[in-house]
């Protein structure tokens, strides 16, 4: 599934090939995106800009050389729901206070 982005970032993108897990679902949903640069692991990413739900990146897989169908990505980001925008500041809140 192509979607079409708003590159409001002057810069060169990054062509990313997404998977996302939803929260309760138990496959994987994938799309293509265009990221600043690749994200990583442990980082959240906000994915539908209409709701507050986070994704924290669980693994990234660069794609060093260009071989297969995937040539036009330079990474691949795996991603699962982590809560909501409040739900997870909290957690990383409560979590620093503790160090």
């Not at 897990?21 to 994938?30: P, V």
């Not at 799309?31 to 739900?53: H, K, Q, W």
């Not at 809560?83 to 500041?89: H, Y």
Request: net charge negative; hydrophobic share 35%; no cysteine.
């Amino acid at each position: 599934m192509k979607q079409d982005t708003v590159k409001a970032w002057p810069f060169p993108t990054t062509r990313i090939f997404f998977h996302y897990k939803k929260l309760g679902k138990t496959s994987w949903e994938q799309e293509e995106r265009d990221f600043a640069r690749v994200p990583a692991v442990g980082e959240y990413i906000a994915i539908d800009p209409s709701t507050d739900d986070l994704y924290r990146v669980a693994m990234v897989q660069h794609n060093a050389f260009p071989a297969d169908d995937l040539a036009d990505f330079i990474a691949e980001v795996y991603t699962v729901y982590a809560g909501s925008t409040s739900d997870v500041i909290g957690r990383e809140t409560e979590g620093s206070q503790n160090d």
